[in-house]
């Protein structure tokens, strides 16, 4: 596609997953037999491999060797998604597209829903196009506040959600399709200014629209295709997702 870039955040350790793999990037923890990060990426191939950028971290090496065909920035430390992005800010100097943050522990997100995205981004001129769903499964993802008229009003983190807050079903999966100038000229802007100390990139689409930006949402039925692993359990159930979508093909 066209002017359209990709960064994929696969900095963590995944402290909560013990697969017996031993001491690994959470990203490299293996379900039907390949990491997590290889799902993603083969779901992103519709992207040249040249325009796709890995924020990398923890055992940063492990993840290079495995996927050397990849731009890599590192995050030193792991101070937040905002603070992630910001890592690559170094490999988008000059470039004036369309930008993809995505995750490289959420395998299950198939290829389409991220062209859709784009697309929409496109077609509606928006200078942020975050992905939202709904799923029956609890996950602790933020929710999306709409106003009045059903527009992007703004993202708010579970764990500094209110109790009505809480009961908003629709959630941001943390996808995004960025302005990539707009984004980097507002990513110095964050603050750390809630319960985890850390910058949040969900932060980022409210700074742009106090800059007249245009937000758009592109709500996809995403169902359990959203969950990110953090958990032995969240592992289990994305292979069990991933082998029943391997069967069908």
């Known amino acids: 596609m066209a002017k359209l870039k990709a960064v994929v955040l696969a900095a963590g350790k995944g402290t909560r997953i013990d697969t017996g793999e031993g001491d690994v990037p959470k990203v490299m923890r293996k379900a039907c037999g390949k990491p997590l990060l290889w799902y993603v990426l083969n779901e992103l191939s519709f992207i040249d ?21 990849y731009e890599y920035s590192v995050q030193t430390e792991q101070l ?72 992007f009003s703004h993202v708010v983190e579970e764990k500094d959600c209110t109790a009505q807050q809480l009961n908003i079903t629709e959630l941001n999966t943390g996808v995004y399709i960025f302005n990539t100038p707009m984004l980097i000229s507002v990513l110095s802007e964050l603050k750390n200014d809630n319960s985890q100390r850390e910058y949040y990139l969900t932060d980022v689409p409210l700074l742009m629209k106090e800059k007249a930006a245009k937000i758009g949402i592109l709500k996809c039925d995403l169902g359990d295709n959203m969950i990110g692993v953090n958990t032995l359990a969240e592992l ?14």
């Open 49 to 69: 491999k040249k325009d796709i950028i890995l924020v990398v971290g923890y055992k940063k090496e492990e993840v290079i060797k495995c996927f050397n065909e």
């Open 80 to 151: 937040g998604t905002g603070h992630a992005v910001m890592a690559a800010k170094n490999k988008l100097t000059g470039y004036d597209g369309a930008l993809l943050v995505c995750y490289g522990d959420m395998p299950a997100i198939p290829g389409e829903v991220y062209k859709d995205l784009y697309q929409t981004h496109i077609k509606d001129s928006n200078d942020c196009t975050l992905l939202s769903g709904e799923s029956s499964m609890q996950m602790s993802f933020g929710r999306v506040l709409r106003d009045e008229n059903g527009m």
């Open 236 to 249: 289990e159930m994305v292979e069990r997702i991933l082998s029943n979508r391997q069967s069908i093909i």
